[in-house]
């Protein structure tokens, strides 16, 4: 394939994360308005903000295979409209029950976009291209991140008047953006993308298998289920924490964006190491250096500038995690590109318990606590179990 049309194809993609990541984070951007006008508790808050995560357990490995029957131009298109169509419906939601219900019909929309771009930068670019290229989508969720808070929040609340119109639009735009991938993606010999697999006789089962015996297949899906237990435990958490703490509103939606600057940070420095050391030494590294940072948001004695410090110092860890546990499965023999959605899919199904716990745990503990630490200092057991599993990683 074409360099330009690969590029022009990865940015397309980048831009269809970007928008997931504003629509599924728009939720905590709000949280705090959310919660006063539904009158909802803060585990009712937590499981809210883990929702999605929680609706990827069972549909990961199902999404995942059929993200690889029917190729990634497909998935993402389809992904844009069922994740619009729930944003708007959160946008008329009147209790916790009308809000959940769409969240998690928002969550079957995003695997079609977090199972459908590895596979995409799996057929365009070549192996050793697979970890650049995912850095590069990954910036393009974590603008979306930041987008949520700083011009969801910030400017777009106010400007439209609350988090209502703010969601109601954004799935509006998701849903017009997905008119414009099928038509541009058509233009570049989208049937090439939509091409299935050459093991397409193989059952679902048989690929599922096949990727769970694979060497070191065990170590990515636990590297990958604390990521996600830190990801969305902090992201969903830190600006209501902030406001707690005593911090304004617009500043504590700024920190959050520079959470998320962290993570671009972060996802940039992977293609200057990927080159020169063992994906085990990548990990390893980030263990650390996630490890260092929780300890500074929850430690007695430290101030708001630590946790502050802290966050920033996960986000960067985070951040160059996030492309590795997408693009390691396409190094692994017994993988390769034909079973990247399968194999993503399988470090998602069980990694969103993690997802999930995180957000929902720090909820439920500052519930019968009436603090966030027990919550936070979780996060330094994740960070931890994150070095156990890349000290055991070969690649």
Known sequence: MASRRSAGLLALGSLAYLALMFVWFSLPAFLVPISTELTLTSAEAGFLAGAIPLSYIPLSVMSGVIVDRIGPRRSVGLALVIFGVAQIFRGYATDF???????????V?????????PKLVSKIYTAERVGVASSVYMIGSYLGVAAAFSLGRGVLGPLLGGWRPVFFWGGVACIAFSVGWFLVTRGTNGADLDAPPADEHNSARTNVRAVL?????LSVIVIGTMYLFILHGIQGWLATILEYRGIAPTLAATITSGMVGAQILGA???PLFVSRLSYRKIVL??????TAGSLGMWIPGLGGTAAVAGALVIGIGIGALSPLVRAIPVELDGVGPELTGTAVGLVFTVGEIGGFLGPFLIGSLE???DSFVPGLALL????????????????
Do not use: D, Q, R, Y
């Not at 929309?109 to 771009?117: K, P, R, S």
């Not at 590294?285 to 996630?290: E, R």
């Open 97 to 107: 029950w009308t809000l959940l219900l769409p969240t998690l019909l928002l969550g």
């Open 109 to 117: 929309g995003g695997t079609g976009i977090t199972f459908g771009l």
């Open 213 to 217: 015996t694979t060497p070191g297949m």
């Open 268 to 270: 940039l420095a992977i």
């Open 285 to 290: 590294a980030i263990g650390v250096v996630t």
């Open 367 to 369: 519930t019968t606590t």
């Open 380 to 395: 330094t057991v994740g960070g931890l179990l994150i070095l156990g599993a890349g000290a055991s990683l070969s690649t």
